[in-house]
């Protein structure tokens, strides 16, 4: 039975700190089939003017609009199964080789655009254009991995979508996304960059340990990323999919349509969104983060009823849908573990690192709170990537991560910084430099010439961690070593960096 008091009352008390602390806000929405049934709100959307966040107040819906893109590729009848080179033939051979499908899907193994930049040295307030952006990626190297064999969260291959969109119908994304919300009249639209103007948006964002800071995000914002719109109107489009009325109709089912790695196993990623479950209840949703912003939709399509949250504060908002969600269906919230070990971990090979802190796991910089998987181990709900391990008797961590059998062990404290990474390496082909120290410090390209300085982590054979801050971002790439003595670099979503030891350089 669904109980829209409780679902209310638990978004009230979500909600009421925000107004309490004077900070920034967002808006709480529950709805059904036919629309918005209860609300809630608090904070501010600019703290100031002192202007209040209310339900129809406009926020940057981040990756909520990657379900909304794909819906515009399934009523143009693009196909999932054509490969990328076939409608961008100028993508390098590796890129244009990986089928539009598992660009979406996230098991391309297309590096993510932005952490492939950092990791060249561009901050992420460089003010790039859609066509800079798509430029770099067609000078990418490589993939992270073999197509299907891993889900590794991208933005990329919806970078490429907007482009093959915007090809194929000779109109801009902005354009499409007004002509799909227009029947209902939704005040959701696309937004190309952090200097547009939106009529109403609310400020984003982020605490820096002193206060709050406003949020900034210099690329241009893509299909991946760039629609705005409100809670109580996003909620509506939710409602439609739902009810599956009118130019809905079946639109869910397309977008959720199971999704397999190459091994046949299947994903709970999808289209733009996360299949999952809570409790005995399925549901279906996806988050979004930009500076300064932070959201999720969850929708639980056999009861009919679902919950937007829509923020302009840097704080995590699954946890507080799936409490309104929990409240409002009678479903209960996963429990915690059992016992969750804590401290830095590593697989025996390769660039795979995961850190385990407050009931969370950081898988090379993919974020996720565990719960008990009610047979003694660990597993997410996830707002991103799929997690399934258990903690074996030798201190080890096994099970699943997006996809993939892991085993990570624990790094002893102790353990010294290789030797052999020491000295100056250049990846040629991008230009990349990075110096490393006997000290453990590492000097790191950025804004130019300015560079900056990271302090290493080390791990068992010839592997370090950087630690490198951007805004209110943590990123944390492995540093490794090649058989043949040359180095690679990976973080979770990019993994191209390729380095050689400039000869003659310095320790």
């Not at 790695?261 to 709970?268: K, V």
């Not at 590492?442 to 560079?451: E, K, L």
Request: aromatic share 8%.
């Amino acid at each position: 039975m669904v109980d829209w008091v409780k679902g209310r009352s638990e978004a009230q008390a979500i909600a009421e700190p925000w107004t309490r602390q004077s900070g920034p806000g967002g808006a709480i929405v529950l709805f059904d089939r036919d629309g918005v049934r209860e609300s809630a709100s608090g904070g501010f959307a600019v703290i100031e003017h002192r202007l209040p966040f209310t339900l129809d107040t406009q926020n940057r819906l981040a990756s909520i609009s990657k379900h909304i893109c794909a819906t515009l590729m399934l009523r143009e009848g693009v196909s999932l199964e054509e490969t990328l080179g076939s409608f961008l033939p100028e993508l390098p051979a590796a890129l244009g080789a990986v089928p539009l499908g598992r660009a979406l899907d996230m098991t391309g193994a297309l590096p993510d655009m932005m952490e492939a930049l950092w990791q060249q040295g561009t901050p992420f307030t460089t003010s790039l254009s859609a066509s800079e952006v798509f430029a770099a990626a067609c000078r990418l190297p490589r993939l992270n991995a073999e197509p299907g064999s891993e889900m590794a969260y991208s933005n990329t291959g919806w970078r490429l979508a907007q482009a093959i969109l915007e090809r194929r119908t000779g109109k801009s994304a902005a354009q499409l996304v007004e002509e799909l919300m227009a029947p209902a009249a939704l005040p959701i639209r696309f937004v190309s960059d952090e200097s547009e103007v939106v009529p109403g948006l609310a400020t984003g964002y982020w605490q820096d340990g002193q206060g709050w800071r406003r949020g900034f995000y210099g690329f241009n914002f893509s299909a991946s990323g760039g629609l705005a719109g409100s809670a109580a109107g996003l909620a509506r489009w939710a409602a439609g999919l739902m009810a599956a009325r009118e130019h809905y109709a079946g639109l869910l089912d397309r977008l959720t349509a199971p999704r397999q790695f190459s091994d046949g196993s299947e994903s709970l990623y999808r289209l733009g969104l996360v299949v999952t479950e809570l409790g005995g209840v399925r549901i279906i949703g996806h988050g979004g983060s930009l500076t300064g912003y932070r959201n999720h939709m969850l929708m639980a399509p056999e009861l009919g009823v679902g919950v937007v949250v829509l923020t302009n504060r840097e704080e995590d908002a699954l946890w507080p849908a799936l409490r309104v969600l929990a409240a409002l269906t009678g479903e209960v919230l996963p429990d915690d573990p059992e016992s969750v070990p804590t401290g830095l971990y590593a697989a025996e090979n390769g660039p795979f690192w995961a850190e385990l802190a407050g009931g969370a796991i950081s898988f090379m910089g993919g974020y996720e709170k565990l719960v008990s998987d009610g047979e003694g181990g660990m597993r997410s709900v996830p707002a991103y990537l799929d997690v399934r391990l258990k903690a074996e008797a030798d201190g080890a961590l096994t099970g699943k991560i997006g996809g993939v059998v892991r085993r990570l062990l624990p790094v002893p404290a102790e353990t010294k910084l290789d030797e052999r990474l020491i000295g100056r390496w250049r990846d040629n082909r991008l230009g990349v430099e990075i110096t490393i120290r006997a000290g453990g410090t590492a000097s790191w390209p950025w804004a130019g010439t300015i560079g900056r300085e990271t302090r290493l982590t080390p791990l068992a054979g010839g592997r370090a961690l950087a630690d490198l801050m951007h805004g209110p971002w943590r990123h944390r790439p492995c540093l490794w070593l090649q058989p043949d003595g040359s180095l690679r670099l990976a973080g979770h979503r990019s993994r191209i960096l390729h380095f050689q030891r400039i000869e003659g350089g310095q320790s």
